[in-house]
């Protein structure tokens, strides 16, 4: 499975950006996906994680209220939409994929549940 980010770009603080992930040739349907950053020198971060049939969504606190992950079945395409954005948002960000039933409460979080990934989108918050 090829994943496809989009999206990402400079904004100023406070601003808002909406990224998308697709599917290279195939369809994200059956797949719960997660959305993770990667800043520099850090950890990558799970950042959200929306389930196959959209019927449940995580968030790690740090983005809690901010960020809304979703999903337009139609378009098998997933979408994060990142509001009042921070320069501590800064990252690459990247969105991952699960063909298990749904985002599992314990483990979503963590990149080695996710066998395929997309090469990722440049965030970037600064004025």
């Known amino acids: 499975l090829q994943l496809v980010e989009s999206g990402g770009g400079l904004v100023q603080p406070g601003g808002s950006l909406r990224l998308s992930c697709t599917a290279s040739?195939?369809?994200?349907?059956?797949?719960?996906i997660g959305w993770f950053r990667q800043a520099p020198g850090k950890e990558r971060e799970g950042v959200s994680c929306i389930s196959s049939g959209a019927g449940s969504t995580f968030y790690a606190d740090s983005v809690k209220g901010r960020f809304t992950v979703s999903r337009d079945s139609a378009k098998s395409t997933v979408y994060l939409q990142l509001n009042s954005l921070y320069a501590e948002d800064t990252a690459v960000y990247f969105c991952a994929a699960d063909s298990r039933q749904w985002c599992s409460p314990t483990y979503w979080p963590h990149a080695v549940w996710y066998p395929d990934w997309g090469q990722g989108t440049q965030v970037t918050v600064s004025s």
């Open positions: 040739g195939s369809t994200l349907t059956n797949y719960n």
